[in-house]
Structure formats: C-alpha cells, structure tokens
C-alpha cells in the first residue's frame, strides 16, 4: 500500500487490508477494496477509523476478501454485544504451532474424561466436586480455543469451508 493511514494504524479492518494488499494490489486502494467488498468507499473509511461499527454482513465480506477469516472471531469477540460476553478471540499461529497447541490441550483428555465421569455419576455435582469440575471446563476450553485456531489457519491457507 502507498501511503499508511496513521489514524487508522491500529484498526484491524485497515491492518487486514493492508495484509491483503501485499498479495493484492487492488486492496492498496480504500476505493478498490470498498468496491470489491461491496460497500461505500466513504463507509469503508469510517470503518478504519473507527468513526462507526461495521455490521456483521461487512466484517464478513472484508473477512471473504481479504481472506482473514480471524475477522469474524475478532468482530464477535470484541465488537459483538453478545459475542462479547461469549466468544474467545484465538489468534493464528503457524501450522506447526498451532498443531502443537491443540495436542498438548488434548494430552490429558483421558484424565478429564475419568473425572467426568467421576462427577456425573450421580447426577449432581456436589461442592467438593466443583474444583474438578472447573477443571474440566478450563481443559474444555483451551482444547475449544485451539481448535478454533487450527480450524481458521485452515480456512486462511488450505481454502477449508
């Protein structure tokens, strides 16, 4: 990209554009890009500069575009009033990393299973049980957020989904 947009320098939308730019001259231009993504150029801008929100179906074609589909799981965990709340934002790593992460989050899963059970025998979970069984929830997790993870460098590099 030509010039860089200082006081957009931290927008996700506009660092994702210039991500897609290096492979994508097209996405060197505000102009362009909102012509590719099908909204207004002038909206586009205010989106970078975060002048305004975008909605869901704009964060989704940007993602499309620019082939950042870590956008959508950024705009539901930071931006989205109910994904906010619920959604765990996962970064993507090199394939080799993010392997590794999601099999050490699965190292102990016979462990987690046999607790689980344990638990759930009699239908209750009693309050000695609750430390385990937080336990549980956070192994859950961080298997959930990894796999996220892996599931994004895939639909990014292998064009999965």
Known sequence: M???A???ADNMYYLARSEAAEHNPDFSSREKA?????IDRTRLARIELDTIAPYPEEVRAMALAYNMPELC???CARE?????N?????SIDDFDRLALKVLGSLKDIDSLRASLIAISEDGVIEENERPAFQKILDSLEKISTNAKALQL???KNIRMR
């Open 6 to 8: 200082t006081k957009a």
């Open 153 to 155: 460098w895939a639909i």
């Open 80 to 84: 989205c009033p109910i994904g906010k």
């Open 34 to 38: 909102a012509e590719i993504i099908g």
């Open 73 to 75: 799981n950024a705009y």
């Open 2 to 4: 030509g010039k860089k």
């Open 86 to 90: 619920s959604v765990r934002e996962v």
